[in-house]
């Protein structure tokens, strides 16, 4: 079956500019996972979903970033007023119910901010 | 000290040898254990995920855990050139990954 789907795979935007990434899991999959990767770092945690609700947002660095899933399926993740050091891939992950289940990860979206 | 801590490499082996991955984790209360392979500019695969002490074997593929020591690692048999990548260790912590900086490998032929 399908896999994890994020659109757009590149996004350029300017410093200050608001940007939304994203997200189609697996078909059936109920945990949905954000990570960030760095160059040279293994992804970094941000948030997770289980159904339509947050249920870990401990690693979003601040209140530049938000995520939402509302209908428990796609999920977009939100970042207001840009800053460079938000370059980065954005990485999708989902897995069938959470907890310690494997989790499958998308393609990913790469940032780049101006 | 970093939950999950990897050589960052690279690792060099000779096509057919056996590459050894090592990874060391802090969080004693962790259950699970996964090892993702990345090429560059790909998003990370799954290789192996191994849940009890002692060694899971999946074809040329191998993880060995020992909770005691807090030590995963991943065995990969008659290596191939296309096994050059990163591998990236990951521990579930509290339904979140937490993983390593990654051991870039090279397989050479």
């Known amino acids: 079956g399908a896999g994890v789907s994020q659109t757009p795979s590149n996004k350029v935007t300017e410093k200050g500019k608001y940007v939304e990434l994203r997200c189609d899991p697996i078909?059936?999959?109920?945990?949905l996972y954000w990570y960030r990767q760095s160059l040279g770092q293994g992804p970094e945690f941000l948030i997770y979903?289980?159904?339509?609700?947050?249920?870990?947002d401990s690693g979003l660095p601040n209140d530049r970033f938000f995520a939402v899933r509302p209908e428990g399926s796609v999920s977009t993740l939100k970042i207001q007023r840009t800053e460079r050091g938000d370059s980065a891939v954005y990485l999708c992950?989902?897995?069938?119910?959470?907890?310690?289940?494997?989790?499958?990860f998308g393609p990913g979206t790469r940032l780049t901010v101006l | 000290q970093k939950e999950v801590e990897q050589n960052s490499g690279p690792l060099s082996v000779p096509e057919g040898a056996i590459a050894s991955l090592n990874c060391t984790y802090s969080?004693?209360?962790?259950?699970?254990f996964f090892w993702y392979r990345q090429y560059s500019g790909k998003s990370p695969e799954l290789i192996m995920f191994?849940?009890?002490?002692g060694d899971k074997e999946d074809g040329r593929f191998t993880a060995q855990l020992n909770k005691a020591s807090q030590y995963v690692s991943l065995l990969i048999r008659d290596s191939q050139p296309s096994d050059s990548a990163t591998y990236l260790c990951?521990?579930?912590?509290?339904?979140?990954?937490?993983f390593g900086t990654g051991t870039r490998l090279l397989v050479s032929p």
């Open positions: 992950a989902s897995s069938l119910d959470g907890g310690s289940d494997t989790q499958y």
């Open positions: 078909s059936g999959h109920t945990a």
């Open positions: 979903f289980q159904g339509t609700g947050a249920a870990d």
């Open positions: 969080d004693r209360g962790s259950q699970s």
């Open positions: 191994i849940y009890s002490n």
């Open positions: 990951a521990v579930n912590g509290f339904q979140k990954l937490v």
